[in-house]
């Protein structure tokens, strides 16, 4: 199929642009109501996305999706041990294929490369909703972490709620995790020093099932998933150590937490079964702050 590089599923509410081949990023969410862009945008070339290049080299920006790792590792175990794994995973620097695209869907699939995996996504805009439904599979038993990285863009004052609220999240390195209190929201401005970023992890054993981030203006975005296939939840808070902007990435996960050799270890990764088809969705609504004024 010939497909031009840039795709974007449209409806009256909501914009999405989709770079088709390169690592299928999503690379802008507009609120079409509001003009309310939700995505961080470009800010700087860097090296080009390759299979061992760090992440943070590369002009990184918008949605990827994270597999079988987040943090570069050595696979743990058999059919593939000692196998290297990248930084941020396979998908993000790959080239994927496009089987089916109309005005408002768009179906990709990718092959590993360095492990023996078949990743299928289904884009889908109703009105103010995205729709994202994955398909993996695997012709034998594989461990595999994967993890959903949008770097949402926040304006002053944007707020990120939780739901259910916990009580307390996991700040720090996979080495030194600690207790935080979760004050019920959190703002880039206030929690994360200039010139930082911040990393949070909610409580492996209590299920955080929906996030919400809202303006001042009252523009906002709220994400659910599959709890089922997704019980783990990362936050990434960034006030320009790596962005250009402020950045809040939500990131439901199938592991706890970014180094899939560690999540084995501790027993809490996800074994793709061999010829077994694993599915999962992750649904984005919007809600533009000029309608709520009305």
Do not use: K
């Amino acid at each position: 199929m010939s497909v031009v590089e840039t795709l974007t599923l449209a409806s009256e509410e909501l914009s999405v642009e989709v770079a088709a081949r390169r690592g299928g990023r999503i690379t802008r969410l507009t609120d079409r109501r509001s003009g309310r862009e939700w995505l961080i945008g470009p800010h700087g070339t860097g090296a080009r996305a390759a299979l061992d290049v760090t992440y943070t080299e590369t002009d990184h920006y918008g949605w990827d999706e994270m597999l079988p790792t987040v943090d570069p590792c050595a696979y743990p175990d058999e059919p593939y041990s000692g196998t290297p794994l990248p930084d941020h995973g396979e998908l993000w620097s790959a080239s994927w294929e496009v089987l089916t695209q109309s005005a408002t869907t768009v179906h990709q699939r990718v092959v590993g490369r360095r492990l023996d995996f078949t990743f299928q996504r289904l884009l889908e805009v109703h009105g103010p909703v995205l729709r994202c439904s994955y398909r993996c599979e695997t012709p034998v038993d594989t461990v595999m972490l994967w993890a959903l990285h949008p770097q949402f863009r926040a304006v002053q004052g944007t707020r990120l709620c939780l739901s259910p609220e916990p009580e307390t999240v996991l700040e720090g390195d996979l080495d030194h995790l600690r207790p935080r209190p979760w004050t019920g929201v959190l703002e880039v401005d206030r929690d994360v020093a200039e010139g930082g970023d911040l990393m949070l992890y909610a409580d492996p054993d209590r299920a955080v099932t929906g996030a919400s981030l809202t303006d001042p203006s009252g523009d906002a975005l709220t994400m659910t998933w599959d709890q089922g296939a997704c019980p783990y939840l990362a936050i990434w808070a960034d006030r320009g150590r790596y962005s250009s902007g402020r950045v809040i990435a939500i990131e439901p996960c199938n592991g706890f937490a970014d180094d899939l050799a560690r999540a084995v270890a501790a027993g809490r990764a996800t074994t793709f079964a061999a010829g077994v088809a694993r599915t999962w969705w992750v649904e984005i609504a919007l809600r533009s702050g000029r309608d709520e004024s009305r």
